[in-house]
């Protein structure tokens, strides 16, 4: 089945990625499970103050190889890339995205109307991070966790909108068999930036993880 999507872009569903029992390996899940045990359990701070550039500018080149976060991240998640001439291989113009969140195909280029349709999740939202530990981190750490990969990941665009500043107690993605990694993936970031989780983000992880 093919989704036609805006501009130059075609969305595809890949097989046997529309449905799936979301299942993973159960020595992943042990760990996923213990890990988020281990997590503090507090509420939500004030927003007070959350500003994006609290967190640094926008993409930084953080790891120093020439190249900005974003494109770093597309380059890693997507195939078939094509670059700008003359950029050393950092500006993709094109490629193809696998996406986690629906299990579909997209096609990506560069554009003004045609970019936004693959933008670059925070696994661990920048603002929700802000109330759950950031607001006390320094700057430096800030901008590290902004553009740390293990937080970033390329998704289909409308839906990371969707998803704005959201946990995983009023956000998951809609494709089910992707839940358990993306929940794993989650506590893993909380848990390399101590992050905690509130009472309900924790029972909507557990539950999810109840699954797997």
Same mark, same amino acid.
């Given at each position: 089945?093919?989704?036609? #999507? @805006? ?5 595809? =569903?890949?097989? /046997? ?5 979301? +299942?993973?390996? *159960?020595? %992943? ?36 190889? #020439? @190249? ?5 991240? =597309?380059?890693? /998640? ?5 670059? +700008?001439?003359? *950029?050393? %291989? ?123």
């Amino acid at each position: 089945m093919v989704l036609t #999507g @805006c501009g130059d872009l075609e969305a595809t =569903l890949l097989p /046997d990625q529309d449905a799936g029992s979301g +299942k993973a390996a *159960s020595a %992943d899940v042990k760990e996923a499970r213990k890990k988020l045990g281990d997590l503090p359990v507090k509420g939500r701070a004030p927003k007070t103050g959350y500003d994006r550039d609290e967190f640094g500018p926008a993409w930084a080149d953080v790891d120093h190889n #020439g @190249c900005d976060t974003r494109n770093d991240i =597309l380059k890693r /998640d997507l195939t078939d890339e094509t670059f +700008k001439p003359g *950029s050393k %291989d950092c500006i993709v113009l094109t490629g193809v995205l696998a996406d986690p969140f629906t299990g579909k195909t997209i096609k990506f280029e560069r554009g003004q109307t045609t970019s936004s349709k693959v933008q670059i999740d925070h696994v661990i939202p920048l603002s929700d991070a802000w109330q759950k530990g950031a607001q006390q981190w320094t700057k430096t750490k800030r901008k590290e966790f902004a553009n740390d990969p293990l937080n970033l990941m390329a998704v289909d665009g409308p839906l990371n909108g969707q998803k704005s500043d959201s946990d995983a107690a009023t956000w998951l993605p809609p494709r089910k068999a992707y839940r358990c990694e993306y929940i794993a993936r989650q506590i893993d970031v909380k848990v390399k930036y101590d992050l905690w989780v509130t009472s309900g983000e924790k029972e909507a992880m557990s539950g999810v993880l109840s699954s797997c």
